[in-house]
C-alpha cells in the first residue's frame, strides 16, 4: 500500500506540472481529489488492510493528501496569474485615446421654470427675496389676520412639530410680513420662492410638498388694476400672448378684496381633462388687496399705504408650460421624464 501511495504521488505531481490551464487544473483535481478521485478511493480502502498496517497507511495517505492539495493550490495560482499577464499582453491598453464622455447634468424642469418666472417679474421691478421654512403660528397664520381658532385656518392642513406654536410653513405669505418689517416704510415690490408644506392627499393635481412663489407689492396709490395688469402680463409672456385670464371673487383672510386667477387649460385647450378637472380652466395663483391689518402688522400705515399680493405653485406653473399631467413627476427622480429638458 506504501507503494502505492508513493507511485500514485509521482503521478499525480507529474500531470499536474503538465497542466497548462485552469480547465485542465479542474480536471486533475477532479481525478485526484474528487469525490471519486484516487486518493479519496485509497483513502476508503484503508478499511480492508489489516489492523497492524492500517496506522502507517493511514498516515501516509493524509501526508499524500495534503501533498496533493497544497501543490494543487500553488499551480491554481501559477495559472491563474499567467493568464492575467497573457489578458494584459492581449488587451494593451492605448493611453493616448480620449476617455469616455460624462454626461452633462441639466436643470430639473422646477428650477427652469423658476427662473424663467424670475425674469418677468424682475422686468416688472421685482426682486428675489427669501423666508424661512420652518415658522411660528404668529407669523403664519395671527400676523396675516387668522387668529386662533378662525375656521379659516382648515384652509391648510398643517404640519405641527413637537415644539408648540412651530410649524412647517403652510405657504409663503409670513414672508410678507418678514419683508415688510425689514423694509418699511420703503416703497417694496418682491418675489417670495419656496417649499411649503400641506398634510394633503397626494394625487396627480396635488402634493404634500411644493414650491410656492409668492408676490407682494406695496406702495402708494396701488389699486386692484396694477394687480390685475401685473398678473395678465405675467400670464402672456409665460404662456403666450394669446392665453386667456379669468378673475373669480374668492376669500382669504389676508387680502380683501380677494380673487383667483384661472387660465384657459393648456393641455386639453379648454376641452376638459383630470387636470383641469374637466372645466377647460385651470386655476394658477390666487391674490388680492393686501389687507389693512395685514399692512398695519407689516409696519405700514394703511391709511397711506396700499398693496397687493398673489401666490402661485410652481408645480402647477409647469405643468402648464410643459403639458404635464401629473404632478408626482416632479419629484419621482425618474430620468425618462427629466431627460426630455435639455
Known amino acids: 500500500m506504501l507503494t502505492h501511495f508513493s507511485d500514485l504521488k509521482q503521478e499525480a505531481l507529474n500531470r499536474l506540472e503538465a497542466t497548462d490551464s485552469l480547465a485542465d487544473l479542474e480536471q486533475w483535481r477532479i481525478a485526484y481529489l474528487g469525490k471519486k478521485g484516487e486518493v479519496t478511493a485509497a483513502l476508503r480502502g484503508l478499511g480492508q488492510l489489516p489492523k497492524d498496517q492500517r496506522p502507517a497507511a493511514g498516515q501516509a495517505a493524509n501526508q499524500l493528501k495534503g501533498l496533493l492539495?497544497?501543490?494543487?493550490?500553488s499551480r491554481e495560482q501559477a495559472l491563474k496569474s499567467a493568464e492575467l499577464a497573457s489578458s494584459i499582453t492581449r488587451e494593451a491598453l492605448d493611453v493616448t485615446l480620449p476617455g469616455r464622455p460624462i454626461a452633462q447634468g441639466r436643470l430639473h424642469p422646477s428650477t427652469r421654470t423658476l427662473r424663467e418666472i424670475y425674469s418677468i417679474?424682475?422686468?416688472?421691478?421685482?426682486?428675489?427675496?427669501?423666508?424661512?421654512?420652518?415658522?411660528?403660528?404668529?407669523f403664519n397664520f395671527q400676523l396675516l389676520n387668522i387668529p386662533p381658532h378662525h375656521p379659516a385656518r382648515d384652509m391648510w392642513s398643517t404640519f405641527h412639530t413637537t415644539?408648540?406654536?412651530?410649524?412647517?410653513?403652510?405657504?409663503?405669505?409670513?414672508?410678507?410680513?418678514?419683508?415688510?418689517?425689514?423694509?418699511?416704510?420703503?416703497?417694496?415690490?418682491?418675489?417670495?420662492?419656496?417649499?411649503?408644506?400641506?398634510?394633503?392627499?397626494?394625487?396627480?393635481?396635488?402634493?404634500?410638498?411644493?414650491?410656492?412663489?409668492?408676490?407682494?407689492?406695496?406702495?402708494?396709490?396701488?389699486?386692484?388694476?396694477?394687480?390685475?395688469?401685473?398678473?395678465?402680463?405675467?400670464?402672456?409672456?409665460?404662456?403666450?400672448?394669446?392665453?386667456?385670464?379669468?378673475?373669480?371673487?374668492?376669500?382669504?383672510?389676508f387680502t380683501e378684496p380677494s380673487a383667483e386667477a384661472d387660465m384657459d387649460c393648456i393641455l386639453c385647450g379648454g376641452k376638459g381633462c383630470r387636470v383641469c378637472k374637466y372645466t377647460g380652466w385651470v386655476e394658477i395663483l390666487g391674490s388680492g388687496m393686501v389687507h389693512p391689518k395685514v399692512l398695519a402688522n407689516g409696519g405700514y400705515d394703511p391709511e397711506v399705504y396700499s398693496g397687493f399680493a398673489f401666490g402661485m405653485g410652481l408645480e402647477r406653473i409647469a405643468m402648464l408650460k410643459h403639458r404635464i399631467d401629473d404632478i408626482r413627476h416632479f419629484y419621482s427622480n425618474d430620468l425618462r421624464f427629466l431627460n426630455q429638458f435639455s
Open 163 to 253: 415644539r408648540e406654536g412651530v410649524l412647517l410653513r403652510t405657504h409663503t405669505s409670513p414672508g410678507q410680513i418678514h419683508t415688510m418689517r425689514r423694509f418699511c416704510p420703503e416703497p417694496i415690490r418682491v418675489l417670495l420662492p419656496g417649499k411649503v408644506y400641506r398634510y394633503e392627499q397626494v394625487t396627480a393635481r396635488a402634493e404634500s410638498m411644493f414650491i410656492n412663489v409668492e408676490g407682494l407689492a406695496v406702495g402708494k396709490h396701488i389699486t386692484i388694476a396694477d394687480l390685475k395688469g401685473t398678473l395678465v402680463n405675467f400670464a402672456r409672456r409665460m404662456f403666450g400672448p394669446d392665453r386667456e385670464l379669468r378673475f373669480r371673487a374668492n376669500y382669504f383672510p
Open 69 to 73: 492539495e497544497q501543490a494543487y493550490a
Open 121 to 138: 417679474f424682475a422686468n416688472m421691478g421685482f426682486q428675489i427675496v427669501r423666508s424661512r421654512e420652518v415658522e411660528s403660528d404668529l
